[in-house]
């Protein structure tokens, strides 16, 4: 165990200095920040002065500090990201340009999947996933059906998943990664949401410890780490650090932030000695109030053999607190709202038949038993089950005409009205919240099937995200 913080000391010993700031930035260590909040994290907010390292460099606290960060998480090395999950999905897509042609992702990934897409140039092949017909939700990918695209897709690069999804499923890492090997082809896993597994046995088992060759964690997501950061693991099979780390290089700021990459360096040190005391307890936590949850009338609280009906979900997440409303009359936005406004609670999301609360390992009995007594008289106020039901969920796969990176470089677009595109190529991504997937990614023909699907969702009053005209009466297709 190691309690030492290489970055944040230096940043302390170069503030206790007292040195006359003759640098960047121009607050000159918080004398041009106007409040008091600011004001104390500008102090060390510095740049790479002699004593704090390069980041594209790293020689001295950096090197250190990351060495730490990959043996916490019993990786071969690691990089700290400051601009999010994102730039550690960028970077690891690029890393793949020059490798194949296409690559295997899953249809409902982040958008930063899409960014990666764009870089890389790379063709994406779609892995079909399961949905949860209660939820709504995606849930994981089918190891079977990965397999028999790999035997249909000779010219992949790799293949990137995300595990855990939004919603605390978590995938069969070790087959996938299995089944990648046997087409001798690298894994990686979008783990954005699943920082904490590394630190507990009762956690689900880390996509590094189950045989990915690299994953992103978004750092700020589930520790106590400022927005923005999140790190780039691999394991000791990753073959091409210097590729990866010329992609990082070239995507990351000269700037990087020291208050992220100092918050990163404190959290490790604080996950290695006492993340699994915090993680146990509310891993007990969790399991009394998704039981207590349970036994509400109307309310049903996932648990993991909910979960274990579908063949791709291995483990979930004890802390993504999802519960079907399906037994009230009142839908999940209206439960969210409710609980927002009268209860003052805020949860993660919400869509017809669900909500999802986020729970962190900073979270104590009296937080669980608020959001617990809250759903207890939101369960017997509006008891009942006259409410409409969700969505068909999966949409139709359109024919990809463009990847997406020749479909982000084309030079002419216009907007025509959603009727008006059939049988014209997207130049917009339409994904509905949930289950997430996109009906349409830029590059994709718009078909009357889609058209069609589209209109439904959007009476169904669905949240759609991606496009420019937020009721779809118009989208911008590529001429
Ligand atoms: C699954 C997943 N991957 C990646 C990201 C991107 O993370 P960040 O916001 O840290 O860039 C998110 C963000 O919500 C996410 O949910």
């Not at 919603?167 to 001798?184: H, L, R, V």
């Not at 997430?436 to 099937?449: A, F, Q, R, V």
């Not at 069609?452 to 989208?475: C, S």
């Amino acid at each position: 165990m190691d309690n030492t913080t290489p970055i944040y000391s230096a940043l302390q010993k170069y503030s206790q200095e007292n040195n006359l700031r003759l640098h960047m930035p121009g607050h000159v260590g918080g004398d041009g920040v106007n409040a008091g909040e600011l004001k104390l994290a500008a102090g060390i907010d510095v740049t790479e002065v002699p004593g704090l390292d390069d980041l594209h460099l790293p020689q001295d606290v950096i090197k250190e500090a990351s060495g730490l960060l990959a043996k916490a998480f019993g990786a071969a090395q690691a990089l700290f990201l400051v601009n999010g999950a994102t730039s550690g999905i960028h970077a690891l897509f690029l890393s793949l340009e020059n490798r194949g042609e296409t690559i295997l992702v899953p249809r409902n990934a982040h958008r930063s999947f899409y960014g990666g897409l764009v870089l890389s140039g790379l063709k994406p092949v779609y892995i079909p996933c399961q949905i949860d017909t209660d939820s709504g939700t995606a849930t994981s990918i089918d190891t079977k059906a990965l397999q028999k695209l790999l035997q249909q897709t000779p010219n992949a690069a790799g293949v990137f998943i995300t595990s855990p999804n939004y919603y605390g499923a978590i995938s069969d890492i070790e087959k996938i990664s299995s089944t990648c090997a046997t087409f001798n082809l690298p894994l990686f896993v979008d783990e954005a949401h699943g920082a904490h597994f590394y630190f507990h046995p009762h956690y689900p088992q880390p996509a590094l410890h189950s045989g990915a060759d690299a994953v992103v964690l978004g750092l700020h997501k589930t520790w106590p780490v400022f927005n923005q950061g999140a790190c780039i693991l691999v394991s000791k099979k990753f073959g091409r650090w210097e590729d990866l780390f010329a992609c990082y290089s070239l995507l990351t700021t000269t700037s990087p932030s020291y208050p992220i990459l100092a918050s990163i360096d404190l959290a490790r040190a604080f996950m290695t000695s006492e993340g699994e005391k915090y993680l146990d307890s509310s891993w007990h936590l969790s399991r009394e109030y998704h039981e207590k949850i349970n036994t509400l009338p109307g309310l049903k609280c996932y648990q993991e053999e909910d979960w274990a009906q579908y063949t791709g979900v291995r483990q979930a997440d004890p802390l993504k607190v999802l519960v079907s409303i399906k037994g009230l009359y009142i839908d999940g936005f209206q439960v969210a709202h409710i609980l927002r406004n009268k209860y003052h609670i805020q949860v993660e999301t919400q869509g017809a038949n669900f909500i999802l609360a986020m729970f962190a390992m900073f979270h104590q009995r009296h937080d669980w038993e608020k959001f617990y007594t809250a759903l207890r008289e939101i369960a017997v106020i509006y008891a009942g089950t006259s409410r409409g039901k969700t969505l068909a969920a999966i949409p139709p796969l359109p024919e990809v005409k463009l990847s997406p990176r020749e479909a982000f470089l084309a030079p002419k677009r216009r907007k025509v009205r959603l009727q008006e595109s059939k049988g014209l190529i997207s130049a917009e991504m339409a994904a509905a919240y949930p289950p997430g997937i996109p009906c349409i990614l830029p590059g994709e023909l718009i078909s009357d099937e889609i058209v069609e699907y589209l209109e439904y969702l959007i009476k169904a009053g669905v949240k759609i995200h991606g496009p420019r005209y937020a009721n779809l009466e118009y989208i911008e297709v590529i001429e």
